[in-house]
């Protein structure tokens, strides 16, 4: 598989599985009968052709940290919007989390975008 996508397509794919996120989330908080309601199973990304499968925590964290672009989300922020974790709250959870959305965007050939502030949290940048 080639990396023939540019960071800067990958940013906009996430942007835009960020819009569907919310929409879902939208759509589940009030039911709509329409024929052009979200679909609700919506766990991938696509990188190139190929759809990447993703858990809907693996979504949250890249949806959060999309939002962010550029700016270091915090730990405590992530555990928080993604988990509902209060911030005292001590985990590995996010590690883990963050560790399994790298190795499977690189099992695709997408260039990982998610880096580590350590000490602080993580951003997203091309």
């Known amino acids: 598989m ?17 819009r569907r996120i919310e929409l879902t989330r939208q759509s589940r908080r009030q039911p709509t009968t329409s024929a052009a309601e979200p679909h609700r199973n919506e766990q991938a990304i696509t990188w190139n052709i190929s759809d990447i499968p993703l858990t809907e ?26 988990w509902g ?3 005292e709250t001590r985990t590995n959870v996010l590690n883990m989390c ?12 997408a260039p990982c975008m998610v ?9 997203l940048w091309s």
Do not use: C, M, W
Not at 98 to 109: E, F, N
């Open 85 to 87: 974790f209060p911030p």
């Open 115 to 123: 880096h580590t502030v350590r000490g602080t949290g993580f951003i």
């Open 57 to 82: 925590r693996e979504l949250g964290v890249l949806a959060v940290l999309t939002r962010n672009r550029g700016r270091v989300v915090t730990r405590h922020q992530l555990l928080r919007e993604v």
């Open 98 to 109: 963050v560790s399994s959305i790298r190795r499977k965007l690189q099992s695709y050939g």
């Open 2 to 18: 080639g990396s023939d996508v540019h960071p800067e397509e990958l940013l906009a794919r996430l942007a835009a599985l960020q």
